[in-house]
Every structure is written in structure tokens, then in C-alpha cells.
């Protein structure tokens, strides 16, 4: 069997969880990152392909940790959006994956932006909105080839949306009561379920198979996680008391006044998905947005992560955001993290992705500077050791499927 490396040397490499390495080298071997370390502590192998990235920061690709890249089609309208299946307030059985449109315009902006992973994630219009998928942005001649992960998380909503959608519909739930006793109803199903499911087993009867409440049972036997949309601390605290009940791996996500309560989801280790930050307060919910509230989570020192909320905002932008929060006061190896380690981590998918850590995939990009400095860009990105971006002659150059698979 024939080996392929490839080897990135002369630069600034940032692994993220550790220090950075001046001078340093990353080889990748076969789509994995197979040594990280200094140019006098790492061989380059006899033929491989060797990047010159004097000048250079080196840095692993980014995680947009809640996006709706390719559900939520770039410039294809009402056509292009399966966001949302907003037809019954219970779609734990939906998945992210079904819908995904691997050509949408928006992974070419991911990779612009040295994003290589995002986690899909269905839309907060229902109390409970359907399963996400770990992907990664480039590289597969279709969605299940880019996949990290299938078993990541359920997405579900409080607050203003799942009110909203529902209220005008005249049906359960109007209100925050209702979106709340739907989510409980459906747990409580589902705890009913696997019990029966599991005396079936037992006696060696047919058991009559339900979609929903098998993602249900997923979430409550720990391998998924509860992605939380929620913005208003009332709402996070509901969140809590949900979790509470159920025994649930609970990510918040967005955040936007977690910051008022800071101190119990640091006490009780409960990580948050910040953002999308560059936002007007369009509904009573963001009345408090503030690009500064995700500096007071880290400093009380909550696990956070950024996003984009793509399309909401474009999904190159992530570094874009991470650098106004260092602005405001975040610390630039906790905006680093949370664009990379933090996510995997909460997620679980740091086995393969989140930093340049030998045994991981060979996902690295090359910037012209320190990314969180407005004017750097990404120059070259690999996706498991591939080339799938570079920036020459003053633009950008995705290369595509058919020159890759030609």
C-alpha cells in the first residue's frame, strides 16, 4: 500500500492544546496527523510533499459548532431551506443529514474561512427539531463521506420561536408553559419506551419500532447530546430544570444572557454555544445581546464555543466574531479554543478533530498571519491531509469535486 504525507514546515504552528511552536512541522500521513513538533524534533520523510509555510501561522481547521450550511442553501430562497419541519412540535425523527445539500455555495465560504467541521443542525422552530451530523465542509463525492459523526446531538428550542411558530398556528405551544410540557411529554414517552422496548427484548416478542422516541432513548442513555436553543436566562434555567428531570448531556446554545447566570452553569459544567454575534436585537430575546457577555462567561469560567448560526451569519465570518470578542475582552487563547478544542470536546468529537494532535484527522490550515487579526487569511487548507482551498493571485480557489475525483 502506497503512503501519502504531507509536510508543513518553517511556521508558526498553533496546535491549541499546547503551546505554539516557532519553526515548528506538521506531517500528515495518509489523512492523519501522524507528528507535530519542532523542525529539529520532526524527520520529514523521503517524498513527501512539503508545504514552505515560513512566515506562516499554522493552525488546525475551525469547528462552526452550530451552522445550517447546506439545509439553509445559499441563494436558492424558499427552495433551498429545510431548516425547519414545522408541521408538529415533536421531530426528534428528522435528521440534519437527509436534507443536506453538499454543493451549497456556503461550504466554499467555510473553507475561505478555514472552518473544515461543522455540526448541521435542524432550525428552533419546534420544541424538539431533529438530530444533527458532524461534517466536514469539503471532500466527499457526497454527504456521507464528509461525515465525523452521526451521533452528536438533538437540537430543540425555548423562548420566543417555538411560541411564535405555533401561537399563529392557534395549536400547543403558545406559550413557554406548553414548550416546556412538550419536551417533558416527549421524555417521559420515551423513558416508557425504552422500558417496554427492553421487555420485549427480554420475553422475545416483536416490538412495534417508533422513530422519535428511539432518538429520545439515544438522548436519555447519554449518547446524544440536548442542543438547547435559548437566549433568555429564564429560559436557560428551564433548561436546567429539563435536565435535571431527564439526566440529559446539556449544551446551551446561543447564550445570548447566560452571562446573568454564569456563575450556576460554571458551577454545574454546562457548556455554552455563543452567539451568532454580529446580530441587530431583532426580537425581545436578543434585548441584551452583547459581544462582551461571552468574555464575562469564560472569565467565570464556562466552556464556550462561537458561532455563526450560518446563514445568519456567513459562516467565514466565525474568526471574524472571535476576533471582536477579543476586542471585548476575551482571552485570545480562550477565543482560539472556542473555535476548536471547545467544541470538539463538548460534542464529543474530539477523537477526530479540534487540534493538530498526532492521531487526529490532517485537517490544517495555513494563515498568512495571526487569524485573529482581521487582515490575516487562510492561504491553504487541508482536509485529512488533502488540498481543498488555497488563496493565490489575489483569490480564492476551492478545489472542487471534479478535479479531485476526475
Known sequence: MTTSSIAIVNGYVVPVSQEPIENGVVLVTDGVIEAVGSAD????????????????????????????????????????????EMTTPNTAAVRA???????????????????????????????IGGQTVAIKTWGGRIIDEQVIHEAVSVKSALGENPKRVYGAKNTTPSTRLGVAMIIREAFIA????????????????????????????????????????????DDIATALRLADEFG????VNHGTEAHKIADVLAERDIPVIFGPMFTSRSKVELRDRAIANLATLAKAGVRVAITTDHPVVPINFLVYQAALAVKDGLPRQTALEALTVNPAAFLRLDDRVGSLTPGLDGDVVVWSGDPLDVNSRAERVYISGAEVYRFEDGRGHVVERSERFA
Open 190 to 233: 420515551a423513558q416508557n419506551y425504552r422500558v417496554q422496548r427492553e421487555n420485549a427484548e427480554l420475553e422475545g416478542k416483536p416490538f412495534e419500532r417508533d422513530l422519535a422516541k428511539e432518538t429520545l432513548a439515544r438522548v436519555l442513555d447519554g449518547e446524544l447530546a440536548w442542543d438547547q436553543h435559548t437566549h433568555r436566562h
Open 248 to 251: 440529559y448531556r446539556l449544551v
Open 97 to 127: 443529514i437527509d436534507a443536506i445539500n453538499i454543493d451549497d455555495e456556503g461550504f466554499r465560504d467555510a473553507l475561505s474561512g478555514g472552518v473544515t467541521s461543522v455540526v448541521v443542525k435542524p432550525g428552533s422552530g419546534n420544541p
Open 41 to 84: 524534533d520532526v524527520s520529514v520523510p523521503e517524498g513527501a510533499t512539503v508545504v514552505d509555510a515560513a512566515g506562516k501561522w499554522v493552525l488546525p481547521g475551525f469547528i462552526e459548532s452550530h451552522g445550517h450550511v447546506g439545509i439553509h442553501e445559499e441563494a436558492n430562497g424558499p427552495a433551498g431551506d429545510d431548516t425547519n
